[in-house]
């Protein structure tokens, strides 16, 4: 099995920074995918970000392109997400998850969330 752990959530105001980590651990760390998700107040879980393990290739979703950056260290089985110029609709819970392989349909592993405030 795979446990996730996020961390560096935080209250912040608008414009400012913050940098997501999220540490695997698991005997063997080799996934095809691991994802950014956040779910704000009254809104769906939407997908913010997604790295594949072993490219680097990202995605991005409109909402935060060229504000957020993806980035993976395979040392460490870390993701990370730098934020910047947050703003207030930023405010969410952010979770990290892993797709194992190309093959699976959802996301089985999923961190416990860290919140992210962003005041006006």
């Known amino acids: 099995q795979v446990q996730l752990v996020e961390s560096g959530g935080g209250l912040v105001q608008a414009g400012d920074s913050l940098r997501l980590s999220c540490a695997a651990s698991a005997r063997s760390f080799s996934p095809y995918r691991m994802g950014w998700f956040r779910q704000a107040p009254g809104k769906e879980r939407e997908v913010v970000a997604r790295?594949?393990?072993?490219?680097?290739?990202?995605y991005y979703a409109d909402s935060v392109k060229g504000r957020f950056t993806i980035s993976r260290d395979h040392a460490k089985n870390t993701v990370y997400l730098q934020m910047n110029s947050l703003k207030p609709e930023d405010t969410a819970v952010y979770y990290c998850?892993?797709?194992?392989?190309?093959?699976?349909?959802?996301?089985?592993?999923w961190g416990q969330g860290t919140q992210v405030t962003v005041s006006s």
């Open positions: 998850a892993v797709q194992p392989s190309l093959g699976d349909v959802t996301y089985p592993y």
């Open positions: 790295i594949a393990w072993a490219t680097g290739i990202s």
